[in-house]
Each structure stands twice: as C-alpha cells, then as structure tokens.
C-alpha cells in the first residue's frame, strides 16, 4: 500500500521561512506525481495552493512556493504569518485516477 | 463565480445507505473531471473516488469500492454518490472537488457530513 508522508507538525516564527515535505513510501517523488499542496483550517474546505510541483493557484501569495527538493516534494513559507497557522495536505497522483494524500502537517506560527 | 454544494447527508445507521449530490454552478460541468474527497473527524483528507467528464471512467479507493458508486449527470448540472453498506469508518465530512487536467483540485464544496452510527 502507497503511503504519502508528511511531518505530522512544524513551528515557525512570524516572519521565518519553513519547509514542509511530502515523502512516498515506494520511492522518490517526482514531478510525474503532479504533487499539490492544499491549506485547510478546522471547520473550512481545503484551499487550493501550489498544483504540478510548483504552479501557484490563483490568489495564493508568492510566499508560498512548491518544488522537489531531494527524493520529496516540498512546500516553502518564506515570511511566515500568524493566518498561515494551517494543517497542509500534499496529495500525489498515481495515475488511473488515483490519488494519495499525505497524512498532513500542522503548522503552528509562534 | 465557481460553486459546488454538497447535499444529502446525515445520520444513518452501519449498514445503511445514503446517496450524496453535488451541484455545480458558475461552469460547464461536462469539461471537467470530478471527485469526492472525505475527512473523518479530527483526521486528514482522503481520495474517495474519482470520475471523467464523460462518466466512462470512474476510481475508487480500496476502503470503499464496491459498496460507492460516483455517477454525474451533466445536464443537470449534478453529481452522486451512491453510499451503501456504510460502516462506522465511513464518518465523515463529504467534500467534491473540480479536478483540472494537470491532477488537482481548483474548487471545493463546503462539504456535508455523513454519521454512521447505531
């Protein structure tokens, strides 16, 4: 069974960069998983923020960019805010309309 | 302005059935592919299933295959999911999502919530 992993939790300060990671159990992530990044607070829907590895959704700040960084695929917060306190979901393709989401991270801003 | 509202759920016993809708405005639905997505409580997202714009092709998660069925009817502009045999497991809020041909969600519902419980 593919597992996607995520760091279960991060702290940043306001103002400070922090990478969250998103990690396959079978392997390295590529770009070929069209990884995406979704921002969710409780009680709301998902938010949409960083699709095919790096492309920003419309509306998200340019603090928040996507990428590969080593065997994952990774989202940066440069500038953290007090709003950016989140849990965060990457979620991998897997092809024949099979998607894999991450357990999420939570992200406190502190 | 892009919709999606979820409709239809609640408290259902384990066993049961529920059939799930989502209304879609402010798009052409036929061009677009669809999924459901669901969170339990105090959990994280999970794919439940996945449909194409035609209907042709339709995916399901393991924990849920053969007791979903996703269907759509685009000239209503709607989209089902049919939940039976539910279990304790399949708690949880129900949110469809408009996937784009680059494999993600652009818009998500509100989401509904579903209880299976006795």
């Known amino acids: 069974q593919t597992v996607v992993t995520q760091e279960p939790s991060f702290s940043v300060s306001p103002g400070g960069t922090v990478t969250l990671t998103c990690g396959l159990s079978?392997?390295?992530?590529?770009?070929?998983?069209?990884p995406s990044w979704y921002q969710q607070t409780p009680g709301q829907a998902p938010r949409t923020l960083i699709y095919?590895?790096?492309a920003r959704s419309s509306g998200v700040p340019d603090r928040f960019s996507g990428s590969i960084l080593g065997n994952k695929a990774a989202l940066t917060i440069t500038g953290a805010q007090a709003d950016d306190e989140s849990d965060y979901y990457c979620v991998l393709y897997m092809g024949n309309g099979i998607w894999v989401f991450g357990g999420g991270t939570k992200l406190t801003v502190l | 302005e892009v919709q999606l509202v979820e409709s239809g759920g609640g408290l259902v016993q384990p066993g049961g059935s529920l059939r799930l809708s989502c209304a879609a405005s402010g798009f052409a639905l036929s061009h677009y592919f669809m999924a459901w997505v669901r969170q339990a409580p105090g959990k994280g997202l999970e794919w439940v299933s996945f449909i194409n714009s035609g209907g042709s092709a339709i995916y399901y998660a393991d924990s849920v295959k053969g007791r979903f069925t996703f269907s759509r009817d685009n000239a209503k502009n709607s989209l089902y999911l049919q939940m039976n045999s539910l279990r304790d497991e399949d708690t949880a809020v129900y949110y469809c999502?408009?996937?784009?041909?680059?494999?993600?969600?652009?818009?998500w519902g509100q989401g509904i919530l579903v209880i299976v419980s006795s």
């Open positions: 079978t392997g390295s992530v590529s770009t070929s998983y069209y």
């Open positions: 095919s590895t790096n």
């Open positions: 999502a408009r996937i784009r041909s680059t494999y993600y969600s652009d818009y």
